[in-house]
């Protein structure tokens, strides 16, 4: 259970008079004029899956992506659209809204459709409604998912107090106006969602560090606290080096992957410090914390990340980054912790099992994962994603709504695969294609020697509170 903190302050909190609403929705325009001004500031920041501007449902190139997301409010209006543009594709949005609406008329909820080859998988978060249309071997649950956090990566810039309290005001109300300039967040997140192992297991990452340098950069933080501070974060890229929490406070790993999300889709935090509203949906729904973030070193990979309750707090925020990187400096921990920036994964090969290529392993107490740096035979970003694909169709499988398997082992002309789930792990392993079952049995003992040998280097074992 998520507590939130009792200094938390709910800024989108609904009126109780008819003549207060428009005041409530020109507040919510502040939010929107927070957003274009990032947007400003991150033009250049272009995501591979960038959407084709010129593409609509009569184009061949439309069809020929893989898999599409489509959000839209209850009343139908467009809103988000992976490709394309929500105008080119309004009537097609409709069509779906009336699915939705018919099947709802008959006192029945609307899950999947499921024709030619094609999954269509409909999420309703009202007053929103989400679509996933794919022709990948992704499961019902698993596009659910991924419609999930698309869900929350818009409720992270609106919170639901105010999404609904718009939407209860005008029920056709296009929500574009207030959500302009924030596309580019659930274009990368929709990019992460296919190669992010993290946002598949439920779990993230850390930057291999000793123990012991890693517990006096968290020690560092946890002196470097104030009054209003909630979660102290330091990343290294994709990786999280630390995390230290108000006491009887937890960060769930989807609202971790949003924090993630938004440092990783723009440069411009490079360029000084930054302060922005963030709702954290999975802990509070209800309204914004506000967030420092900040790299330790222009040139560095390191950025911190401080989330404070009070929203005039910048320069008491600025004032603790201070403090936590002038008690840092002093330690060998930074060194140590520059030089492990140098080498940030690890080789499969340090593992010594010759014919495995590629694992991920999740430890379910701590919510954190560890996996090696990808081998030659997988650099490539097809390669990558169709490994990708593989992981996620046998998370599939362990993890099937009626039929969940314990294990499950696969072999193919490419490369033969295992997955093992327990009650402490989950397990994925990539193998060459000579390889055998028994083989595959053996590694995973020796794996699990090597993980348990690794493991205050890999994960995060004593977490520190305020």
Not at 182 to 189: A, H, P, Q, V
Not at 195 to 216: E, H
Request: proline share 3%; hydrophobic share 35%.
């Amino acid at each position: 259970m998520f507590v939130h903190a009792q200094s938390f302050e709910d800024l989108t909190a609904e009126a109780e008079e008819e003549a207060r609403r428009e005041t409530e929705l020109d507040k919510s325009g502040e939010c929107a004029d927070d957003l274009k001004a990032l947007e400003e500031q991150h033009s250049n920041d272009v995501s591979s899956e960038a959407r084709t501007k010129e593409e609509d449902v009569s184009s061949e190139a439309w069809r020929s992506h893989r898999k599409h997301v489509f959000v839209l409010s209850e009343a139908g209006k467009p809103i988000y659209t992976r490709y394309g543009t929500e105008e080119a594709l309004s009537s097609t949005m409709g069509v779906m809204m009336a699915l939705v609406s018919f099947v709802e008329a008959e006192k029945n909820i609307i899950r999947s459709i499921h024709a030619d080859g094609c999954k269509v998988v409909f999420l309703t978060k009202s007053p929103l409604v989400l679509v996933g249309v794919s022709r990948t071997c992704q499961s019902d649950k698993e596009l659910l998912r991924e419609l999930q956090y698309i869900y929350y990566q818009i409720v992270s810039l609106l919170t639901l107090t105010q999404l609904n309290h718009i939407f209860q005001h005008k029920q056709n109300y296009d929500l574009r106006r207030l959500l302009a300039g924030s596309e580019y967040l659930t274009d990368n997140l929709l990019h992460r969602l296919d190669r992010d192992p993290g946002l598949l297991l439920s779990a993230v990452t850390c930057l291999p560090l000793p123990s012991s340098s890693r517990d006096v950069v968290s020690s560092s933080l946890q002196a470097a606290k104030s009054k209003s501070l909630v979660f102290s974060i330091l990343l290294a890229g994709d990786r999280l080096v630390t995390l230290v929490r108000k006491k009887d406070q937890f960060l769930h790993h989807i609202d971790l992957h949003l924090v993630f999300n938004l440092v990783g889709s723009s440069s411009s935090f490079r360029e000084g410090e930054g302060w922005t509203p963030i709702c954290l949906p999975k802990f509070n729904t209800a309204g914004f914390f506000h967030a420092h973030i900040s790299y330790l070193e222009p040139a560095s990979e390191l950025c911190l990340i401080l989330v404070s309750t009070d929203r005039e707090d910048f320069f008491n925020m600025s004032d603790c980054k201070k403090r936590f990187l002038e008690r840092l400096s002093k330690r060998t921990a930074y060194t140590a912790l520059k030089e492990a920036l140098k080498c940030p994964s690890y080789s499969v090969a340090q593992v010594g099992i010759p014919e495995l290529r590629h694992f991920l392993y999740k430890s379910k107490s701590s919510g954190l994962y560890t996996s090696p740096e990808f081998p030659e035979v997988y650099q490539s970003d097809e390669e990558q994603e169709r490994l990708m694909g593989l992981y996620q169709d046998l998370h599939s499988c362990l993890h099937h709504p009626t039929r969940p398997l314990r294990s499950f082992y696969r072999c193919s002309e490419s490369e033969n695969l295992l997955a093992w789930v327990t009650s402490g792990f989950e397990l994925y392993l990539c193998f060459s294609p000579l390889g055998t079952k028994a083989l595959a049995v053996s590694a995973v003992t020796k794996l699990l020697k090597w993980i348990r040998k690794e493991e205050d280097r890999l994960f995060i074992l004593s977490p520190l509170t305020y």
